[in-house]
């Protein structure tokens, strides 16, 4: 019991639950499963009175087993009615709740937990959790019945109560014991599938690279070892399932047969009616079917458990790194920047070390430097991604840890050299920003890309594909240049978003740069020598430090750095 109290409590802080459609699922369930009781008593009394001649009180009792049927099929109908509301509200609510999670962490998160796990997480786990509920008040209400049925007997034959009592304390006991060892194999077996699916879906990213090194038959091994250890753990699990399912329901049987004998020894002494043996056998009956459905109940809320751990190491991720925002709501932001004596430490690495610099509004930036000097980690500091270990970051003289979550979101965005683009239309990917159709277009024109749009059969309500692999790398480009622009932020941060466009799209970048500049600060991470000669202001990183700062001209001719990066 306490095992299974840990797993509700575990699934009640998926925080996923309307109080309302629980209590309408836990007393259909239980109404369900206690006008079940009545049908041994009436049927034992319709028995009795029809062998005794007492045909008018034996058919008044088949009227009220009449109605009871009535009355268990009506509430059976409520508990499906319940059931289908809550899995429908839980569902729901658990996908809203996943991404919202997911959407918050940093990127350290996809390191701790697969992309593979989260997507066998929120396409198989939540499904199966969403039903958790209704199997869970099933287990409950299948037990009280349980109980009832036993004190029923107990109250009509004392050693016969004792004796299915016993043997069914027993069996739940055995049961449990079976369901641990499932337990542990089915989340052995989860988190193989977890590497094949992972397998799969490199295979999947990587075709062009196993086509031309002809890789396919070592990643076969590579795969056969997973699918060998899988079915290891399924068997092991099996074993245990067939002990559940065949081997336990003996003890019931062995109950069945020695109550069995017992009434009919009653009957054949004059101790006990026909009725009686109804009644035994009705309720017998009835205790085995709820040992069933019992089992059914406790096996799938089992298998729930190993799925609800998942999702519970997804909602309750340890966010380390990710900082708690402030209460400043003052949006009136001008997007003046400074570093203040930054120092940075990643796994026991410095990264970042006592860096200052001020950066004004309406101006264009450059941050330079070999790879792994810590030009990416200036941007990461800035989306507050990680804490800092000295130092502090502001923007227009107020701490960036000060600022509220919205005021902060909508103030500073980035661009990456390799944007997301969703498997929708492009006007629902910028309306994920923004969904004002004229603004949309107005970003569109600003960067460059609305004739394109327009060339296109379907202009802006075209469907792209996932990641936009059916238009160009620079027109994909401008279109996320597009959705940052909507996003109304003053602070544009740009990660290398040239180095893979074609020459002719990154002239049309670098004037869109230099235009944003007139109502944003634009901060850019770049290698290209041409972005370098626009920026107003340039910033040189080497190991972390700031070694260099000026324009293209004074840095090319006074800070060696900068001349071994032009080289």
């Given at each position: 019991?306490?095992?299974?109290?840990?797993?509700?409590?575990?699934y009640?802080?998926?925080?996923?639950?309307?109080?309302r459609?629980?209590?309408?699922?836990?007393?259909?369930?239980?109404?369900?499963?206690?006008?079940?009781?009545?049908?041994?008593?009436f049927?034992?009394?319709?028995?009795?009175?029809?062998?005794?001649?007492?045909?008018?009180?034996?058919?008044?009792?088949?009227?009220?087993?009449?109605?009871?049927?009535?009355?268990?099929?009506?509430?059976?109908?409520?508990?499906?009615?319940?059931?289908?509301?809550?899995?429908?509200?839980?569902?729901?609510?658990l996908?809203?709740?996943?991404?919202?999670?997911?959407?918050?962490?940093?990127?350290?998160?996809?390191?701790?937990?697969?992309?593979?796990?989260?997507?066998?997480?929120?396409?198989?786990d939540?499904w199966?959790?969403?039903?958790?509920?209704?199997?869970?008040?099933?287990?409950?209400?299948?037990?009280?019945?349980?109980?009832?049925?036993?004190?029923?007997?107990?109250?009509?034959?004392?050693?016969?109560?004792?004796?299915?009592?016993?043997?069914?304390?027993?069996?739940?006991y055995?049961?449990?014991?079976?369901?641990?060892?499932?337990?542990?194999?089915?989340?052995?077996?989860?988190k193989?599938?977890?590497?094949?699916?992972?397998?799969?879906?490199?295979?999947?990213?990587?075709?062009?690279?196993?086509?031309?090194?002809?890789?396919?038959s070592?990643?076969?091994?590579?795969?056969?070892?997973?699918?060998?250890?899988?079915t290891?753990?399924?068997?092991?699990?099996?074993i245990?399932?067939?002990?559940?399912?065949?081997?336990?329901?003996?003890?019931?049987?062995?109950?069945?047969?020695?109550?069995y004998?017992?009434?009919?020894?009653?009957?054949?002494?004059?101790?006990?009616?026909?009725g009686?043996?109804?009644l035994?056998?009705?309720?017998?009956?009835?205790?085995?079917?709820?040992?069933?459905?019992?089992?059914?109940?406790?096996?799938?809320?089992c298998?729930?458990?190993?799925?609800?751990?998942?999702?519970?190491?997804?909602?309750?991720?340890?966010?380390?790194?990710?900082?708690?925002?402030?209460?400043?709501?003052?949006?009136?932001?001008?997007?003046?920047?400074?570093?203040?004596?930054?120092?940075?430490?990643?796994?026991?690495?410095?990264?970042?070390?006592?860096?200052s610099?001020?950066?004004?509004?309406?101006?264009?930036?450059?941050?330079?430097g070999?790879?792994?000097?810590?030009?990416?980690t200036?941007?990461?500091?800035?989306l507050?991604?990680?804490k800092?270990?000295?130092?502090?970051?502001?923007?227009?003289?107020?701490?960036i840890?000060?600022?509220?979550?919205?005021v902060?979101?909508s103030?500073?965005?980035?661009?990456?050299?390799?944007?997301?683009?969703?498997?929708?239309?492009?006007?629902?990917n910028?309306?994920?920003?923004?969904?004002?159709?004229?603004?949309?277009?107005?970003?569109?024109?600003?960067?460059?890309?609305?004739?394109?749009?327009?060339?296109?059969?379907?202009?802006?309500?075209?469907?792209?594909?996932?990641?936009a692999?059916?238009?160009?790398?620079?027109?994909?480009?401008?279109?996320?240049?597009?959705?940052?622009?909507?996003?109304?932020?003053?602070i544009?941060?740009?990660?290398?978003?040239?180095?893979?466009?074609?020459?002719?799209?990154?002239?049309?970048?670098?004037?869109?740069?230099?235009?944003?500049?007139?109502?944003?600060?634009?901060?850019?991470?770049?290698?290209?020598?041409?972005?370098?000669?626009?920026a107003d202001?340039?910033?040189?990183i080497?190991?972390?430090?700031?070694?260099?700062?000026?324009?293209?001209?004074?840095l090319?001719?006074?800070?060696?750095?900068?001349?071994?990066?032009?080289?």
């Open positions: 019991m306490i095992r299974y109290y840990k797993i509700c409590k575990k009640f802080k998926l925080n996923a639950n309307n109080k459609l629980l209590l309408a699922l836990f007393f259909s369930a239980f109404l369900r499963s206690f006008t079940v009781l009545g049908f041994p008593i049927t034992s009394k319709i028995v009795d009175f029809a062998t005794q001649g007492l045909y008018k009180e034996a058919f008044i009792n088949l009227l009220y087993l009449g109605i009871n049927y009535l009355i268990y099929n009506l509430v059976y109908h409520w508990n499906y009615i319940a059931y289908r509301d809550n899995t429908n509200y839980v569902y729901t609510k996908q809203e709740n996943v991404v919202d999670k997911v959407a918050t962490y940093d990127e350290n998160f996809t390191k701790k937990l697969t992309k593979s796990y989260l997507v066998n997480t929120t396409s198989n939540i199966d959790v969403c039903m958790f509920a209704d199997r869970m008040m099933d287990a409950i209400t299948h037990f009280i019945s349980l109980l009832i049925a036993l004190g029923i007997l107990l109250f009509n034959n004392i050693y016969i109560g004792i004796i299915v009592l016993v043997f069914n304390l027993l069996y739940l055995l049961l449990s014991e079976c369901q641990k060892k499932k337990d542990y194999y089915l989340m052995g077996q989860r193989q599938q977890d590497k094949i699916v992972e397998m799969f879906a490199q295979t999947l990213d990587g075709t062009k690279e196993i086509k031309s090194f002809d890789m396919h070592k990643l076969n091994e590579y795969l056969e070892i997973n699918k060998k250890a899988w290891k753990q399924y068997f092991l699990k099996r245990y399932w067939d002990r559940s399912k065949v081997v336990l329901p003996i003890l019931i049987m062995v109950a069945k047969v020695i109550a004998i017992i009434v009919i020894l009653g009957i054949a002494k004059g101790n006990m009616s026909v009686m043996l109804v035994v056998i009705g309720y017998i009956d009835r205790i085995e079917n709820e040992n069933t459905s019992f089992f059914e109940r406790i096996n799938k809320i298998n729930s458990s190993v799925r609800i751990d998942r999702l519970y190491n997804v909602m309750y991720y340890d966010n380390k790194n990710m900082l708690e925002f402030g209460k400043n709501i003052t949006d009136d932001i001008f997007g003046n920047v400074s570093f203040d004596n930054v120092s940075f430490t990643y796994e026991n690495n410095l990264i970042l070390d006592n860096v610099f001020d950066i004004e509004s309406n101006s264009l930036t450059a941050i330079v070999k790879s792994g000097s810590g030009k990416s200036i941007f990461r500091l800035l507050r991604l990680y800092l270990d000295k130092g502090n970051i502001y923007i227009d003289g107020t701490s840890y000060d600022y509220s979550k919205d902060y979101s103030n500073v965005s980035i661009s990456t050299q390799k944007p997301f683009i969703f498997n929708m239309s492009i006007r629902e910028l309306s994920l920003v923004d969904s004002n159709k004229e603004k949309q277009i107005e970003a569109c024109k600003r960067v460059g890309i609305h004739d394109f749009i327009m060339s296109l059969p379907n202009g802006y309500n075209t469907i792209l594909k996932e990641d692999t059916d238009i160009s790398g620079g027109q994909k480009q401008l279109i996320a240049l597009a959705r940052t622009l909507l996003s109304k932020s003053e544009l941060l740009f990660d290398e978003v040239t180095a893979s466009l074609d020459p002719n799209t990154a002239k049309q970048v670098v004037k869109v740069l230099k235009d944003l500049k007139k109502d944003h600060t634009v901060i850019m991470i770049t290698h290209k020598p041409q972005l370098m000669k626009i202001e340039i910033l040189v080497d190991h972390g430090k700031l070694v260099g700062k000026g324009k293209h001209k004074e090319i001719e006074n800070n060696k750095y900068y001349q071994i990066l032009q080289k």
